[in-house]
């Protein structure tokens, strides 16, 4: 149920330019692909068609069944876990890339998350994120809002410091690029 209303509430974000910034987060990516918060597959067609397989976590299965939907379409292998960003069930060193778009602000622990995807990345490995975070211009009003938006969003913080998340998590940024406002955040770095 979730699963639907998410792609409906993205519908005109998606069609006002938030599909293309995706995208340009997603180009380039090579190899085995870790996506942290895959929720309904709306990233699959953005992906590079020359992926060697696409892993994809989430913990909620209303989110995931979409994503099986959609996995039919992509022109690499798919694979779909249920799991938590926080606890990843895979080895260390096993994926060149991770990425996650609009997920950061969901996971209960993303300083844990992160150094999760750290862990599982060959060294050297991307990482790239495409998130909405606490801006420096509205920032109290995000966390004044975040305790009631967070119920209705399915979690959601509205005032998440992501940027500093990924630094204490050891990844070396590479490149920052803030969007609307400082709001969206695009983040590029290795391992």
């Not at 330019?17 to 380039?28: Q, T, Y």
Request: glycine share 10%; net charge positive.
């Amino acid at each position: 149920m979730y699963g639907r209303l998410y792609d409906a509430a993205l519908a005109v974000p998606e069609r006002a330019g938030l599909r293309e910034l995706r995208r340009e987060v997603l180009a380039g990516l090579r190899g085995r692909v870790l996506e942290l918060g895959v929720g309904t597959g709306l990233n699959f067609p953005l992906y590079p068609p020359e992926l060697d397989e696409l892993v994809g976590v989430d913990p909620d299965e209303s989110m995931l069944g979409r994503a099986r939907e959609r996995a039919r379409g992509a022109p690499f292998p798919v694979r779909l876990v249920v799991a938590a960003a926080e606890d990843l069930p895979f080895e260390a060193g096993s994926f060149d890339a991770a990425a996650a778009t609009l997920a950061m602000c969901t996971v209960p622990a993303p300083e844990r998350a992160l150094r999760e995807a750290r862990r599982v990345l060959r060294p050297g490995g991307e990482l790239r994120l495409l998130e909405h975070v606490r801006a420096d211009r509205i920032g109290r009003l995000q966390e004044l809002a975040t305790p009631v938006w967070k119920r209705v969003a399915g979690g959601c913080h509205l005032d998440r410091e992501t940027l500093k998340y990924v630094r204490e998590a050891g990844f070396e940024v590479e490149r920052v690029e803030r969007r609307l406002g400082g709001v969206l955040l695009s983040v590029f770095a290795r391992s």
